[in-house]
């Protein structure tokens, strides 16, 4: 099982009910956030063109935060999912600077903190907070290895990209676009 998001850049409109949801579900302090909206102006005027998208972290496949966390806080569990575990974290910070997407945070509490992709909700069976919430249905949430899951589809039938793809992490979170 590799769990992975796909997000179409077509339908999202910006709205952040995906943040939202993100900071009531996981308690997400005050001024701080575990997902945000990016917007991205391409072309020149007046064929101009607008992507808007939610991003996260990309529970990258080669994550650099988990090589460089000197105290294993950082680390993979089933399904490819990055977590820290906040008991064992001493908030160096070596995994904040690290990671070319900025998704991670330092915690009023002490400790790193980022997206989980809602582990605890996934063991429920339920889907990611903000996958639940978008008014758009522009994400989808599955697994990579299963050919049949919608999200393998999705990646099959359109095209996509990942963002920063340079920096060799592979990750699990595909814009469609
Ligand atoms: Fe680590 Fe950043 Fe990749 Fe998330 S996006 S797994 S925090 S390197
Ligand atoms: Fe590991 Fe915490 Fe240091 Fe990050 S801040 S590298 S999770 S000990
Ligand atoms: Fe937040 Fe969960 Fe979505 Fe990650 S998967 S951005 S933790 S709501």
Redesign the pocket.
């Known amino acids: 099982m590799r769990y992975a998001m796909v997000i179409d850049t077509k339908k999202c409109v910006g709205c952040s009910d995906c943040v939202v949801a993100c900071q009531t579900e996981n308690n997400v302090p005050e001024g701080f956030c575990r997902d945000w909206i990016t917007e991205v102006v391409s072309g020149s005027y007046p064929n101009l063109e607008l992507e808007l998208r939610s991003e996260r972290c990309n529970h990258c496949e080669e994550a650099p935060?988990v090589r460089?966390?000197?105290?294993g806080?950082?680390h993979v569990v089933e399904g490819g999912i990055v977590l820290?575990n906040a008991s064992?974290?001493?908030?160096?910070?070596?995994?904040?600077a690290s990671c070319p997407y900025d998704a991670r945070f330092q915690h009023p509490d002490g400790?790193?903190d980022k997206c989980t992709f809602c582990h605890h909700r996934l063991k429920k069976g339920q889907l990611p907070a903000c996958v639940s919430v978008c008014p758009t249905k522009c994400m989808y949430f599955g697994d990579l290895d299963d050919p049949n899951s919608e999200v393998s589809q999705l990646l099959k039938d359109r095209k996509y990209k990942t963002l920063a793809p340079e920096a060799g992490t592979k990750p699990h979170v595909f814009y469609l676009i």
């Open positions: 935060c460089c966390c000197p105290t806080a950082s820290v064992e974290c001493i908030g160096c910070g070596a995994c904040i400790h790193v």
